[in-house]
Structure formats: structure tokens, C-alpha cells
């Protein structure tokens, strides 16, 4: 069974950082290019994070450029969102999703087949 499950979300302060997992099954991860997508409250899901078949680039927004990294264990078949200097705009679910052939931006949901069912982030004082 083909499968994404996020983890790691949960309530942090401004400033502080999370860790987000997406693990895979039923499919290798080199395979295919992984997202990560921002649903804040009432809003739409935006792409903030990718990283590409086999790692070969690494593409981030504007808002999140320089505070999360993107990566991968093929070993885990695993991609993680590292997650710094949070803020309230950062309050949302992610989601990872994976497309096998991504042929312009990676930041777009159209590219993708698989998704995972999100995890909650919310960042509060």
C-alpha cells in the first residue's frame, strides 16, 4: 500500500523550532520528488518546501527560506522539515506529497499523487 505519514506537529512557542517526518511505504522515496505544503486556518494549502528525486536540488519559499531544511534517509525512507525561528504565520497543517514527475515548480500541488493526511503545527506564546 502506497502511504505518507506526516509526524512531529504539535504546539510551539514563537522562536522555537519542530521537526516534521514524512515516512514512506510502498514506494521508494529516490523515486519520486517530495513536498512539503502549508494549510494555514481558512486559507489554502501552499507549497513552502521540495526536494527533488534522489536529492538532487532543494527548493524553498520565500517564507520559509532560511529557517526550514529540507532532507532525506533513503535508508528510513524518510523525508524531513526541519523547522527554525518559528512564527504565528507558520501556524497551519503540513502535508508531504509525493510526484514522480514534477516538470516545473515544485512549490505547485498539481505535481503530486500521493498525500499524506498532515500534521498540526501551531505556534503560540
Known amino acids: 500500500e502506497v502511504q505518507l505519514v506526516e509526524s512531529g506537529g504539535g504546539l510551539v512557542q514563537p522562536g522555537g523550532s519542530l521537526r516534521l517526518s514524512c515516512a514512506a511505504s510502498?514506494?521508494?522515496?529516490?523515486?519520486?520528488?517530495i513536498g512539503w505544503f502549508h494549510q494555514p486556518p481558512g486559507d489554502v494549502r501552499a507549497g513552502i518546501s521540495a526536494?527533488?528525486?534522489?536529492?538532487?536540488?532543494?527548493f524553498y519559499s520565500d517564507s520559509v527560506k532560511d529557517r526550514f531544511t529540507i532532507s532525506s534517509d533513503a535508508a528510513k525512507n524518510t523525508v524531513y522539515l526541519q523547522m527554525n525561528y518559528l512564527q504565528l504565520k507558520d501556524t497551519g497543517v503540513y502535508f508531504c506529497?509525493?510526484?514522480?514527475?514534477?516538470?516545473?515548480?515544485?512549490?505547485?500541488?498539481?505535481?503530486?499523487?500521493?498525500w499524506g493526511q498532515g500534521t498540526q503545527v501551531t505556534v503560540s506564546s
Open positions: 506529497a509525493a510526484g514522480e514527475l514534477v516538470t516545473g515548480s515544485p512549490m505547485l500541488p498539481l505535481w503530486y499523487d500521493k
Open positions: 510502498g514506494f521508494a522515496i529516490d523515486d519520486f520528488a
Open positions: 526536494i527533488g528525486s534522489r536529492e538532487n536540488r532543494t
